[in-house]
């Protein structure tokens, strides 16, 4: 190893040498370090340090360059791709249970049976913000929240969802057809939050009232919202910039650019369910299970 270092390193070492004392005013650099380096009688000259240090600096500005250039891709690669989130590091999530969707959807409804609010409520438009405890079965109280879907409360979700540890996004199903560019423009908006993105918040899709009308199952409605948000992209552009709570500008990317949209390209976990909130008796217990296991999988886990 020694004779391999002698006949090959030094002399490359030499030669570089030689050629750094072609540079103007080497010669007033090296003479006061050989002159520091004198008294200790160290197996090294001044040019042969001065060759390290120079290779250190070298390494450690292509490092940076290459490693911000690197790590910039890799997170612009990985907004786009919901496949990439298993190799992210773990975000910190609320526990709160958020239920939105368009006025009219059920979310009132919902909120009242989950909450074990024994009175039937009337059918009417909440609008303001109604809170309170859904009680799992191991007896574990996690706060519930529901938001009014009437475009004065948009500016308030940030700061909702900042603490939420998944969403149900009810869905008028009998209503659907009229309303699927509503829909994906309120998806839309709600995607493209920055707390909802950066937190990878679970989101369950729920089509409701499937008494009044079935005809619509679960494939067909995301079919339709994905191929609707795809042409939002277009018209609003595909990486918006919006605001998160702290008023930082923030650029998200919804789904992969130049590809058709699609659910099972956003970074957190989609889910799809169907039933009736207003359901009775067992029908109740059946239409309501999907909702109960989505919030088991995501928050008791």
Known sequence: MSSVFKEKVLPLTDNVISKMKLIPYYDQLSQPIEELLKPYNLPFNADQLILVLVSLLVLIFVSAIFGNSNGHRGSRGSSNRGSTSAGK?????GKNIVILGLQGSGKTSLFSKLSNIQKLLQSYTSMSVNSGNYQTENGKKLVLIDVPGNSKMKSLLPKILDQAGCII?????SQFDEQAQLE?????DILTIHEVNEKRIPILFYLNKMDLDSSNDASHIQQVLESEIDDLRTTRGSTPVVLNQEDDRKEIIL??????FQFDQLPQDIKFAHGTV???GENEVESLQPIRDFISETLLK
């Open 255 to 260: 789904g992969v650019e130049g590809t058709p």
């Open 278 to 280: 207003t359901a009775t």
């Open 169 to 173: 996004y009810l869905i008028d199903n």
């Open 184 to 188: 994906a423009s309120n998806l839309y």
């Open 89 to 93: 590091k773990s975000v910190k999530r």
